[in-house]
């Protein structure tokens, strides 16, 4: 009798697909767009790289579960690499040469860190610095502050930065359950979780992440329960206290009043007492931040063009996100003008957004 595990053929029945060239076996880690490779295995399989291959490929693993969303084709399309010789790399299997394989994965990392910019300005370089002290002391931290801020999209791009494949850049959904939040980290690892118990689904949480790992809990208030334990938020002390991982929470400052200030505050006294770290953005938009904006769209920008794009920030609806959309279709305007851009294409940008999209005549 043919074993699938090994033939990869089999002519399936009404319950369960058939297994060929065209669809091979999901347990030998050949199925037809998923990556069914265990973290565990993956570990395992790269000690016998050197550091710095090693290095490359942690991240190249963290990039096609967080970034490629776990396909195999989209991975081949992003190296110029077919899957099987991944798979022998990624088992290590392989033996051969890896020179020009790593090189592939500098290329993507050069093309990754391209594809998303990051303006510097004095609340994403201390954003930043909260994500380092997490790194380096394997701490727990906070950032908070009001939205629009470029809190998720910082932090986004420090973990792209700062390895994939150590780092688990999580946004959580509304009331999100304990349950709910382990599988997220597991998808993002690389963990089974489909029809896995909880208990055994943690226990293989807690075998993955170590001292080397950040996690970044985006829309962290989501975790507090409206009553009762925060079995969520509980998770990541656990994670924290067990392993020893540094864990960074992004929060609006709504939620960080509920926990200092809230019916639950008392519960809440042994997660504030981790927080080594914290960074509170202030409601007001700095002067530096705006200038920092619109020079990341034009290098040398007049001075009304600065003043007309702080103005706009003090507006009820102009948050720092809103002026970086305005200033996205300004220049898109002034492109098709063939011109740089100036403060009339700013100043149309606004009245286009507040019209509902109609550009004006002149």
């Known amino acids: 009798m043919s074993n699938t595990r090994t033939h990869q053929q089999n002519n399936g029945d009404e319950k369960h697909a058939a297994h060929g060239i065209d669809n091979p076996a999901a347990e030998a880690g050949m199925s037809r767009d998923v990556i069914n490779i265990g973290l565990h295995i993956f570990r395992a399989g790269i000690r016998r790289y050197t550091d710095e291959e090693q290095e490359l490929l942690e991240w190249l693993w963290g990039y096609t579960f967080d970034v490629l969303g776990n396909?195999?084709?989209?991975?081949?399309?992003?190296?110029?690499?077919?899957?099987?010789?991944?798979?022998?790399?990624?088992?290590?299997?392989y033996d051969g040469e890896m020179g020009a394989f790593c090189n592939a994965i500098r290329e993507l990392r050069q093309r990754a860190d391209e594809k998303m910019p990051l303006v510097k300005t004095v609340v994403t370089e201390r954003i930043i610095a909260a994500l380092d002290y997490a790194r380096d002391w394997s701490a727990m931290v906070t950032i908070t502050g009001p939205t629009g801020r470029g809190k998720s999209y910082t932090a986004q791009y420090w973990a792209r930065m700062n390895n994939h494949g150590r780092t688990r850049f999580i946004r959580v959904p509304c009331g999100c359950s304990r349950r709910q939040l382990a599988t997220e980290l597991a998808q993002k690892s690389g963990i089974g979780s489909a029809g896995v118990k909880k208990d055994i689904l943690e226990r293989r949480l807690f075998s993955a992440f170590t001292a080397r790992n950040v996690i970044i809990i985006d829309e962290a208030g989501f975790l507090l329960p409206r009553s009762g334990r925060a079995d969520a938020l509980e998770l990541l002390r656990d994670l924290h206290d067990k392993c020893g991982c540094a864990i960074a929470m992004i929060f609006t400052d709504v939620y960080l009043k509920e926990i200092n200030n809230g019916p639950m505050a008392d519960y809440f006294e042994q997660f504030r007492g981790r927080i080594k770290y914290g960074v509170p953005i202030p409601n007001r938009i700095f002067r530096g931040e705006v200038e920092a904006a619109v020079k990341a769209f034009t290098k040398e920008p007049s001075r009304a063009l600065i003043e007309y794009a702080y103005t706009t920030t003090q507006a009820r609806d102009?948050?720092?996100?809103?002026?970086?959309?305005?200033?996205?279709?300004?220049?898109?305007f002034a492109i098709q003008q063939n011109r740089q851009l100036a403060v009339g294409d700013l100043k149309a940008a606004v009245e286009w957004r507040k019209s509902g999209g109609v550009w004006p005549e002149e």
């Not at 396909?71 to 299997?93: C, D, M």
């Not at 959309?325 to 220049?331: G, N, P, Q, T």
């Open 71 to 93: 396909s195999k084709l989209e991975l081949e399309r992003a190296l110029g690499y077919e899957w099987p010789f991944v798979y022998g790399v990624f088992t290590g299997s």
């Open 318 to 332: 102009g948050k720092l996100r809103t002026l970086y959309e305005d200033l996205r279709r300004a220049k898109d």
